[in-house]
């Protein structure tokens, strides 16, 4: 077993997450590229398990040891799980800082909605909101030609999604954090 396979399978095994080992671990896909907060490229690599009960998934080893609890990834490509892991490390960066609020982050969020009920034709209401020091990200629901979108936005930067897209299976943000980090703009 590879060291970032077994490092895997070492996470699996934590009582907090499932308290067992994978009966199965292989890299699937391994990379040299940038990560938050780390200045020179890092070694980051996929890896397809399965648990004894036949869950399977993928997970990350690299700059973070992390998996998401979804077994069917099939239609994400590699790319896109890179930006899913990149917004979830910042969103668990953000929201576990000593800076943030989760009180003022719902006060911030109700005063964005009030805009957006103002601003935005359509507008039906805010589904993720993440605030830290000045900076808002957050994605919401508007109807337009009967059909329901899904805005993600830092209020500079904005993405629309069909209600049907697969990034909504996971929290939104996830994607759209990963892609502005990705892309630079973050």
């Known amino acids: 077993m ?63 040891t992390w998996s998401f609890l979804g077994d069917d990834l099939s239609d994400f490509s590699m790319e896109d799980l890179k930006r899913l892991y990149a917004g979830w490390h910042i969103s668990f960066m953000a929201i576990n800082s000593a800076n943030y609020s989760k009180e003022e982050n719902d006060k911030k969020q109700q005063a964005t909605a009030e805009i957006l009920t103002r601003t935005v034709d359509g507008f039906s209401t805010i589904i993720e909101y993440l605030s830290f020091g000045e900076l808002a990200f957050y994605a919401y629901e508007y109807i337009r030609d009967n059909h329901k979108f899904v805005v993600a936005t830092d209020r500079e930067n904005q993405s629309e999604f069909g209600v049907d897209s697969k990034y909504l299976r996971f929290p939104l943000l996830y994607y759209f954090l990963g892609s502005l980090f990705f892309e630079g703009k973050l």
């Open 2 to 64: 590879k060291k970032s396979e077994q490092e895997l399978a070492n996470w699996l095994a934590h009582p907090l997450e499932f308290g067992e080992p994978p009966l199965e671990v292989n890299e699937i896909h391994q990379e040299e590229t940038s990560w938050l907060l780390i200045d020179e490229q890092v070694s980051l690599s996929f890896h397809r398990y399965i648990m004894k009960d036949g869950f399977s998934s993928v997970g990350m080893t690299g700059p973070i």
